[in-house]
């Protein structure tokens, strides 16, 4: 079927209310008799609990309820996905409960709660409650956390240790290392980012007593994982009992994901009060003490090839930090989503890969934008940088040698996209990453290098370059594959729509997604106004609560286009394939003579003879002529799981220069080619573009927070950034119809190395070879100043070269 809409950048249909100030985010919900919230935590990262005194905050102004651990009937909160996808891999598992009880394991674990008329008096009842702290000593580095002697933070797990788990060819890899002409170490620590959307997090629950239902309004990406989980796992009452409702989200990146306390307290705190709806939104602070934080690994690196630029082999050993106790899906990013895609775009024969997942005092880690792909993605990306210097040859043509061919699709990761414990394996089933590579090389300017070198030094700045070939692995699927009988994961991840046609000949999607700030309401109208020949403003997309919405897993790892709208297509098939029967019908015609072209459905050879969906929906939801067994009302539900991955890739590229004399860098230019196969809303995928790429460039000892508000925490300001250059090449993905493959991370994976390999690009005539994240004014400075002095105080260590 021809398309109209879907390649066109229409302009976003939600934006209207959305920046005219009439969304209807959390904290915009106002109820008869709501109350308010305030959560007491820790202010130690590692402490006993002796006692709580709550009687003070008991007897305030406004108070209506306090609740401590004692006061909580339900299970901790669950992990659903621990280390998998090998027999006998240990996970020892330890979750926070709704409120602490016995110990705090980081700064910011919630202890007590208050529920008072208004929020102020919440907060001032909160401070007065009293707790009986016995402090601890703390440990906040993963790979600390496991040496002798390093405080322990929970009795299974001995030295700190969650898990230890390994993917692929352990003495194949070792031989391969043995056996090259070049070794390069490098240790490389990717720090620790709090993910800081726009909208902090936030809740309210609401108790029925007369039926014994719940209903909960949650600044969530995953509504209806939500509702099982709550059910299922922590409340342990029927899953119909609970609704789950998400309203406008204002950015999530992946820290909505996850199953919160909060969740647990609204709807807890509204049962004690008799079904007074309970609100809690959380502040800044809150919002980087005890919502999730990403990255935080400190890995060992080894890459093994030949003097003509080949690489035979990539051995690392990562400590990742998962924090105090375990989130949702933490064990999940450092293992599958990391360490399976530690080989990129490159033909490298031998991987191998050590995760040691940690315990320490600090607030969990989990999926952040991109999830373990821009880890990943900073390791092999630094690998190909190190390697390149080491045998004197050019950074470009190194990644070029090593590319996979195009001729070798679909190819098998050799870090291991297959699993050895009963699932399925996915494949790189797509890709051609040297025209990405050439075209950001040639509008980078690649060749004018030296010369802009030069011009730098002449004005007292050091110049670099830096190149950043990822791939990305989208979608999470197929369950097979993802799931318990795989990586582990304890769910699906099929995803789900509906669509109705309405007697008015009305749209209405409903999808089992969910956005935050994506766009999504514009693009399933897209998709479904082509698939189905309606005019685009005739198609409304409503998401976000389970009691409306059939089963779905949400919207995360960029598998909405590719999972969620395949869904969409397959339900508008059903609707154009019943429409064509009841056109036959209606046209006194065969099924087979039926030709539909757009919203009209033809007898072939008899043009005039035709009827529009529009009128096929009326007749048919009022059925007064419906043939024996079919059905009134156009009405199909349908549920995709897709057989494969998809495969996004490109090539970003950052030139910076930096002031010798006090360390700053200068983002001077930043070019990035993506092929996100073909684009649904091209605007859409720019934007998406743009704000991955801004995070992954504003990338860059006692367990206390020491970024507590925006006032200490650098977030990327519109100023420090350059305009981007975006291009494209197109090659379509071959496992859903659209040929989508995602985008909502590309950016974030991309840059960060691409920026760190163009700061270190423009140290190296310095003598420093190799400096670690966040690359702050003080921190290149004092690179700097230690290279001046003779002393690379560790910044060229770790290097072996063999003849």
């Known amino acids: 079927m021809a398309t109209e809409l879907v390649g066109t950048p229409v302009k976003r249909v939600e934006d209207r209310r959305l920046i005219t100030g009439k969304g209807r985010y959390l904290d915009d919900i106002a109820m008869p008799g709501m109350v308010h919230m305030a959560i007491v935590r820790s202010p130690y990262a590692h402490a006993n609990i002796k006692s709580v005194d709550t009687s003070i905050a008991r007897s305030m102004p406004g108070v209506v309820d306090v609740l401590t651990g004692a006061d909580v009937p339900y299970n901790p909160l669950p992990m659903?996905?621990?280390?998998?996808?090998?027999?006998?891999?240990?996970?020892?598992?330890?979750?926070?409960?709704?409120?602490?009880?016995?110990?705090?394991?980081?700064?910011?674990?919630g202890v007590a709660a208050v529920v008072a008329e208004t929020a102020e008096q919440a907060a001032d009842a909160a401070e007065a409650i009293i707790v009986d702290w016995e402090p601890l000593p703390a440990v906040v580095d993963a790979e600390a956390a496991t040496k002798p002697g390093a405080p322990q933070l929970h009795e299974?797990?001995?030295?700190?240790?969650?898990?230890?788990?390994?993917?692929?060819?352990?003495d194949g890899t070792a031989e391969a290392v043995k056996g090259a002409e070049v070794v390069v170490k490098q240790r490389l620590v990717n720090q620790r980012l709090i993910p800081n959307p726009m909208e902090t997090r936030g809740d309210i629950g609401l108790y029925n007593p007369g039926t014994d239902e719940y209903t909960i309004w949650m600044s969530s990406q995953t509504p209806h994982i939500q509702r099982l989980l709550l059910a299922a796992f922590v409340m342990g009452v029927p899953e119909h009992k609970i609704r789950c409702i998400s309203p406008d989200v204002g950015g999530a990146f992946g820290t909505k994901i996850f199953c919160y306390a909060d969740?647990?307290?609204?709807?807890?705190?509204?049962?004690?009060?008799?079904?007074?709806?309970?609100?809690?939104?959380?502040?800044?602070?809150?919002?980087?003490?005890?919502?999730?934080?990403?990255?935080?690994h400190i890995t060992y690196l080894e890459v093994a090839g030949k003097r003509d630029g080949t690489v035979d082999a990539i051995r690392v050993k990562t400590y990742a930090n998962l924090g105090g106790r375990l989130s949702t899906i933490g064990p999940g990013i450092p293992t599958t989503l990391y360490a399976r895609v530690l080989s990129g775009c490159y033909r490298i024969p031998n991987v191998y890969a050590e995760v040691v997942g940690v315990y320490t005092n600090t607030a969990f880690v989990d999926a952040y934008r991109g999830a373990g792909r821009p880890e990943a993605t900073y390791v092999v990306e630094r690998a190909m940088d190190l390697f390149a210097d080491e045998i004197g040859m050019d950074k470009a043509e190194v990644r070029r040698r090593n590319f996979i061919p195009p001729d070798q699709f679909p190819y098998e990761n050799?870090?291991?996209?297959?699993?050895?414990?009963?699932?399925?394996?996915?494949?790189?089933?797509?890709?051609?990453?040297?025209?990405?590579?050439?075209?950001?090389?040639?509008?980078?300017?690649?060749?004018?290098v030296a010369a802009a070198k030069a011009d730098a030094k002449a004005r007292g700045k050091l110049l670099g370059i830096g190149l950043s070939s990822y791939i990305e692995v989208c979608g999470v699927a197929p369950?097979?594959?993802?799931?318990?009988?795989?990586?582990?994961?304890g769910a699906a991840m099929w995803e789900s729509a509906n669509i109705k046609v309405h007697l008015t000949g009305k749209v209405v999607v409903t999808a089992g997604t969910q956005p935050q700030g994506q766009g999504h309401e514009t693009t399933y109208a897209q998709v479904v106004a082509d698939e189905l020949g309606v005019p685009m403003d005739d198609v409304v997309v409503q998401h976000s609560d389970t009691q409306g919405t059939p089963f779905g897993y949400g919207s995360y790892g960029s598998r909405t286009s590719s999972v969620g709208m395949t869904a969409a297509i397959k339900a508008a098939g059903k609707i154009r394939e019943k429409a064509r029967r009841y056109a036959a019908h209606m046209l006194e015609a065969s099924v087979d003579d039926i030709e539909v072209e757009g919203a009209e459905y033809r007898v072939k050879g008899s043009p005039d003879k035709k009827k529009t969906l529009q009128e096929i929906a009326f007749a048919l939801d009022l059925a007064f002529d419906a043939p024996?067994?079919?059905?009134?009302?156009?009405?199909?539900?349908?549920?995709?799981?897709?057989?494969?991955?998809?495969?996004?890739?490109?090539?970003?590229?950052?030139?910076?220069?930096?002031?010798?004399?006090?360390?700053?860098?200068?983002?001077?230019?930043?070019?990035?080619?993506?092929?996100?196969?073909?684009k649904i809303n091209p605007m859409i995928v720019n934007g998406q573009l743009h704000g991955g790429i801004a995070q992954g460039v504003g990338q860059g000892e006692d367990g206390s927070l020491?970024?507590?508000?925006?006032?200490?925490?650098?977030?990327?300001?519109?100023?420090?950034?350059?305009?981007?250059?975006?291009?494209?090449?197109?090659?379509?993905?071959?496992?859903?119809?659209?040929?989508?493959?995602g985008v909502g991370e590309a950016g974030a994976i991309a840059s960060t190395a691409a920026v760190a390999n163009a700061v270190n690009d423009a140290l190296a005539p310095l003598g420093i070879r190799h400096l670690d994240m966040p690359l702050t004014a003080p921190r290149v400075w004092k690179a700097i100043q230690d290279a001046r002095a003779g002393s690379s105080n560790g910044h060229g260590n770790g290097k072996e070269a063999k003849a």
């Open 80 to 109: 659903a996905w621990p280390a998998g996808g090998s027999a006998g891999i240990q996970n020892n598992v330890n979750t926070p409960r709704a409120l602490a009880t016995d110990s705090v394991k980081w700064q910011g674990e």
């Open 156 to 170: 299974n797990a001995p030295n700190n240790v969650v898990f230890e788990w390994s993917v692929g060819d352990k």
């Open 263 to 296: 969740y647990v307290l609204v709807l807890l705190a509204s049962k004690r009060l008799n079904g007074r709806p309970v609100k809690w939104v959380e502040s800044r602070r809150e919002n980087y003490q005890a919502t999730i934080h990403g990255r935080d």
């Open 414 to 448: 050799p870090s291991g996209l297959g699993t050895a414990s009963g699932g399925a394996k996915i494949y790189i089933d797509s890709g051609n990453y040297e025209p990405a590579l050439d075209k950001a090389l040639a509008a980078a300017g690649y060749g004018d």
């Open 479 to 489: 369950s097979k594959w993802i799931g318990a009988v795989g990586e582990g994961w």
């Open 628 to 678: 024996e067994g079919m059905e009134p009302y156009l009405d199909e539900t349908s549920y995709h799981d897709t057989p494969n991955c998809t495969w996004p890739f490109g090539t970003h590229i950052a030139i910076v220069e930096i002031d010798e004399a006090t360390g700053v860098v200068d983002l001077k230019r930043y070019v990035a080619v993506d092929d996100v196969g073909k």
């Open 706 to 741: 020491l970024s507590g508000s925006m006032l200490d925490y650098a977030v990327p300001r519109a100023e420090w950034l350059p305009t981007f250059e975006l291009d494209e090449t197109v090659t379509p993905s071959p496992v859903n119809p659209l040929g989508v493959k």
